[in-house]
């Protein structure tokens, strides 16, 4: 088992919550629970194509997926149906109870993100934090404070064996 829950260390903080770091196979059985799951990737997947491989496991499980910046180069020719979205729009009809989704089938409940910069999503994550009731799971590698959850900082190689471990308890 990889614990992602170590070396949570961050240089600012913003507000009196903060994630609580999370082990992938916990991520996992809370991906698989939730109702409405809903994936972010973000445009750091393009150049690796390990990360590219687990979104498709991801959404190979029956999760949907968000592609936002230029991710959604990488997986238009994948057959996941990916659609595409702004990060900070996307951030915004999330606080919206009465949106359809991008599917037209209402709400998210859980929403993972995947593969964008920190400094970026950070912002997203503390407009979700303050004004939603969302689970907001960052499955990203390094630790993103304003998640509900949140892996640790990690190496490439054990992000890598951490996102196995998720995939196989979805």
Request: hydrophobic letters at 40%; proline letters at 4%; glycine letters at 10%.
């Amino acid at each position: 088992m990889v614990d992602t829950t170590k070396n949570t260390q961050i240089y600012a903080t913003w507000g009196r919550k903060m994630a609580k770091p999370v082990n992938p196979n916990v991520a996992g059985k809370m991906i698989a629970k939730a109702k409405r799951p809903l994936l972010v990737v973000g445009s750091e997947i393009v150049d690796n194509g390990q990360l590219i491989e687990k979104v498709v496991a991801i959404a190979k499980k029956g999760i949907p997926v968000a592609a936002t910046g230029h991710s959604i180069t990488a997986l238009i020719d994948k057959d996941i149906g990916a659609k595409y979205i702004n990060v900070h729009s996307l951030g915004h009809f999330l606080g919206d109870k009465n949106w359809g989704g991008l599917d037209g089938q209402g709400p998210y409940d859980t929403v993972i993100f995947l593969g964008h910069k920190k400094y970026y999503l950070d912002q997203v994550l503390a407009g979700l934090k303050n004004f939603t009731d969302l689970k907001n799971l960052a499955i990203e590698r390094h630790f993103m404070q304003n998640a509900t959850l949140s892996f640790g900082n990690l190496k490439p190689e054990v992000h890598l064996e951490a996102l196995d471990e998720l995939i196989e308890n979805i």
